[in-house]
């Protein structure tokens, strides 16, 4: 199996309807859509419960593929397009959980400096809209083209590099913005702590 390229295998999974091609995309691809589901959701158990539907989906829609785009394009792109339905339905039950006065609580990790600036670029990212953040991921993480980019949302290419140039801007902001708060908590606190020394 492992000489065969995904297309291949693609090809004879519906020739044949045999699993065992099936399993090898799954074995190939299942660790990388988990990683991309929980990237969105934060979530181990939620993150697994939508890789699983996203391979049920594969295999009702495997018959449409066209060779004319990589698998890996094409399956990263189902991905995308689930976890954003899948969070905007999260998002509007958050919102009415916080009507119903349910307290939300985010956690917000310690490390090392580091681990400081990833999380601060997490929450910037986490601000942004989730097609903002799909379109993002996709072009600088999964090296999708402006044109798959456009064919996944069905968007004009001129479309896209307005949005990626306006998402960008959007998300450098934010982060300035971020860091600048931080700047200003450290400064208070060094202050704080000077005071509490000389007291």
């Known amino acids: 199996m ?8 693609v090809c004879f999974f519906v020739e044949t309807q045999r699993n065992s091609f099936f399993e090898e995309l799954y074995e190939r ?10 990237s969105f959701v934060k979530d181990k158990a939620r993150a697994e419960d939508f890789t699983h539907d996203i391979f049920i989906k594969l295999i009702l829609r495997v018959g ?9 394009t094409w399956l990263f792109s ?3 397009n689930y976890c954003i339905d899948q969070v905007r339905v999260i998002k509007k039950d958050a919102e009415q959980a916080l009507e119903d006065d349910i307290e939300i609580i985010d ?9 400081m600036e990833a999380q601060k670029l997490r929450q910037v990212l986490e601000k942004i809209a989730p097609d903002e953040r799909t379109i993002l991921l996709m072009k600088y993480q999964d090296d999708f083209s402006i044109k798959e980019i456009a064919d996944t949302f069905g968007l ?7 949005r990626l140039k306006r998402t960008k ?17 450290i400064a ?3 202050l704080i702590v000077k005071w509490l020394t000389n007291a």
């Not at 492992?2 to 295998?9: A, F, S």
């Not at 691809?29 to 929980?38: M, N």
């Not at 449409?64 to 890996?72: D, I, L, P, Q, R």
């Not at 956690?107 to 681990?115: L, Q, S, T, W």
């Open 2 to 9: 492992k000489e065969y390229t995904d297309e291949q295998l």
């Open 29 to 38: 691809y299942a660790d990388k859509v988990y990683r991309k589901c929980l």
């Open 64 to 72: 449409t593929f066209k060779e004319t785009a990589k698998f890996s």
């Open 78 to 80: 189902i991905t995308y």
């Open 107 to 115: 956690e917000v990790e310690d490390g090392a400096e580091m681990e």
């Open 156 to 162: 004009t290419e001129s479309a896209v590099k307005m």
């Open 169 to 185: 801007e959007k998300l450098r902001k934010l982060y300035e913005e971020n860091v600048f708060f931080w700047v200003i908590l």
């Open 188 to 190: 208070k606190i060094s």
